[in-house]
């Protein structure tokens, strides 16, 4: 056996380091090799290029704290519920179901403390409570059963809102009563001024909850597994992930998240309405993409959806003072959507 | 001691009656398996014989519709590889199981992630990424991988042999009583080949035995002190190389020349 060996010995003599060679990457390469490790980047550059843009545009009406802060009170919900949003894509799931987990959860506290009577600490927790169940559910019917994520998540919209509708009796809860009877139902609705800024609980809260996820995505053994999972989740159990238990505490979590939304939602429209919130779902997926988030799964980070919300926010509020027709928002963010995917196709090429 | 030199030891990994269908595909049939203390057994067959659905059954990767594990003498059934690892076991798959956006690190400590000392650890649970990534860069440099440049570089940008690299340096790490390779040179070039079966020979000196599959029959001749050769889902004979030429093996595993009664 050993003659057929022979022919090794001639690589014994061979320097020790291999394609090493003086890698002079282009211009390209190299911006595509940064966005690939920072996939937040081009987000980033985008939402402060619009702000620029924006502010030399229309000076000090847009360019002031009022208005700056304004946006962060107008994003804040989609960026909550953008979060939850993030935590289930990068999963490579989607979860439709969002915005009417956050409807069910709100309309939960609101009629556990007026219909029957109940502590209002009492039903804010049974409403994150309720969101955290059909969150599960959907967890479960992935995990378990194997359904795909859009189609879980398609019929657990339907389901919620409809439980939603029925079981609130299409009743509106008025702010006045709330304000009289459970303030607390309007915590995330209260504000602080420094200057002319004004930030709401509920944009802080947002903020917050994002740098949160933001640490645990990157430095806890879980965000880790999150990736995992979405990257490959066949390679991820044979690793030693326990892929189930980690796609039911994900949707769970969501959940758990559009729950506060719910809450948040009441601060910020005033009542607690069963109508409200309807185009959460294709807000927050709007905002995860833009964000740079792979729509595949495992790639991207929640500081871009982040960005993403704000850019949405930023275009939304600058088009409206130049006075310029409702329309042109939504078409520059259809632009940005198609563009966002497209880098995100180019990103991957690294690879490739 | 009888002619597999099996003597009287007990197997450390054993595998009675395996069976394993893929809807109407048998896999593992009625399979038997030994693995003695100390050894490096090779499993040779043919593609689609079913080596690495016998390797998955032992190692948890899946569960076997009928048959026994045993480890050390006690009966196993385990439901995950996590159960499996947590004996000592570890595994490098054919399809090699790294998440391919994930740093070499994260990988090398998937699902078994240091963390900080201290209340960042206990209580944050901040992960602690420098012991980590010196762990993994010793572990790499022991097996001569040093054409990866940087620790934190993304798995999908190695090359296939660097990946593999990085699987059988994870199990040789983390290994303590049964490490699995399932054909770890397969994309390995000469000198990295070389080291993987230097490596296979030193975790052998430690003590531990391991299990090689693999289709090149050099690499099995030098370093297997048994082969098990494996045939239409079931174990055909176990030979020692000392005692058989590698014609000899291609013919029993390709079905060409019968094994001899001793052997089966
Ligand atoms: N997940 C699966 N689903 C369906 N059939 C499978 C699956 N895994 C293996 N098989 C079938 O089981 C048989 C044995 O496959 P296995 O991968 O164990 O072979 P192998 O001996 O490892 O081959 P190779 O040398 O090519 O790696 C094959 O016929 C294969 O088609
Ligand atoms: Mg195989």
Avoid at chain 1, 42 to 61: E, Q, R, T, W
Avoid at chain 1, 146 to 159: A, H, S
Avoid at chain 1, 313 to 328: E, K, M, N, S
């Amino acid at each position: 056996m050993s003659q057929t060996q022979h022919f090794e010995t001639s690589a014994a003599g061979s320097p020790d380091k291999v394609a090493e060679f003086d890698y002079k990457a282009s211009f390209g390469k190299r911006i595509q090799n940064a966005l690939h490790d920072t996939p937040s980047l081009v987000p980033m550059v985008v939402l402060f290029v619009s702000i620029a843009i924006f502010g030399l545009l229309l000076g000090a009406k847009f360019f002031s704290p009022f208005a700056l802060t304004l946006i962060l009170q107008q994003v804040a919900i989609v960026g909550i519920v953008g979060a939850a949003q993030s935590l289930v894509i990068l999963t490579a799931g989607i979860d439709l179901s969002v915005g009417a987990i956050m409807v069910l959860s709100s309309v939960v506290m609101g009629q556990f403390t007026f219909r029957y009577g109940l502590p209002v600490e009492f039903s804010i927790l049974c409403g994150l409570g309720v969101g955290t169940l059909v969150g599960f559910v959907n967890g479960w019917l992935v995990a378990f059963i194997k359904l795909p994520p859009f189609i879980v998540t398609l019929g657990m919209w339907q389901i919620a809102l409809a439980i939603n509708f029925l079981y609130s009796a299409n009743e509106t809860i008025r702010s006045q009563e709330i304000d009289e009877v459970a303030p607390l139902l309007h915590f995330f609705g209260e504000t602080v001024k420094i200057g002319g800024a004004v930030f709401t609980f509920g944009a802080i809260f947002m903020v917050l909850l994002v740098l949160l996820l933001a640490y645990v995505l990157r430095q806890t053994a879980w965000g880790r597994h999150v990736y995992a999972v979405g990257d490959d989740p066949e390679a991820a159990e044979l690793s030693g992930v326990n892929v189930k238990r980690m796609l039911i505490s994900v949707y769970m979590l969501s959940g758990l998240i559009c729950g506060f939304a719910g809450w948040a939602m009441i601060g910020r429209i005033g009542s607690v309405s069963p109508t409200s919130g309807q185009l959460s779902n294709i807000e927050s997926i709007t905002a995860v993409v833009i964000g740079g988030i792979s729509l595949f799964g495992g790639r991207g980070s929640i500081m871009g959806m982040l960005f993403g919300a704000l850019i949405v926010g930023v275009f939304t509020l600058g088009l409206r003072l130049l006075g310029a027709d409702a329309q042109w928002t939504y078409l520059l963010i259809g632009v940005l959507i198609i563009g966002a995917v497209a880098v995100d196709q180019w990103i991957r090429k690294v690879s490739g | 001691m009888d002619q597999k030199g099996i003597g009287l030891m007990e197997p450390i990994l054993k595998g009675r009656n395996l069976v394993k269908r893929f809807g109407r595909v048998t896999a593992l049939d009625n399979c038997d398996f030994d693995l003695m203390p100390g050894e490096i057994l090779a499993v040779i067959g043919d593609n689609g014989a079913g080596k690495s659905t016998l390797i998955k059954a032992v190692s948890g990767a899946l569960i076997p519709d009928e048959g026994e594990i045993f480890l050390e003498g006690e009966q196993v059934k385990f439901q995950s590889p996590i159960d499996a690892r947590e004996e000592g076991i570890e595994t490098v798959y054919q399809t090699l199981a790294m998440s391919p956006a994930l740093s070499i690190a994260d990988n090398m400590f998937m699902g078994r992630e240091i963390r900080k000392p201290g209340w960042r650890g206990k209580y944050l649970r901040q992960l602690d990424r420098k012991a980590m990534e010196t762990m993994s860069r010793d572990k790499l440099n022991e097996l001569g991988l040093m054409t990866i440049q940087n620790i934190n570089q993304a798995v999908e940008t190695l090359s296939g042999g660097q990946r593999q690299g990085v699987a059988v340096a994870r199990a040789a790490a983390f290994g303590s009583k049964v490490i699995i390779l399932d054909e770890p040179t397969a994309a390995l070039g000469v000198k990295e080949s070389r080291k993987v079966l230097e490596l296979i020979l030193d975790v052998k000196s430690r003590g531990i035995p391991i299990i090689l599959i693999s289709h090149n029959m050099p690499h099995v001749f030098e370093v297997a002190d048994r082969i098990h050769v494996h045939r239409l889902g079931k174990r055909l004979c176990v030979i020692d190389p000392k005692d058989y030429t590698m014609s000899d093996a291609v013919a029993f595993m390709t079905g060409a020349k019968e094994p001899p009664a001793e052997a089966a």
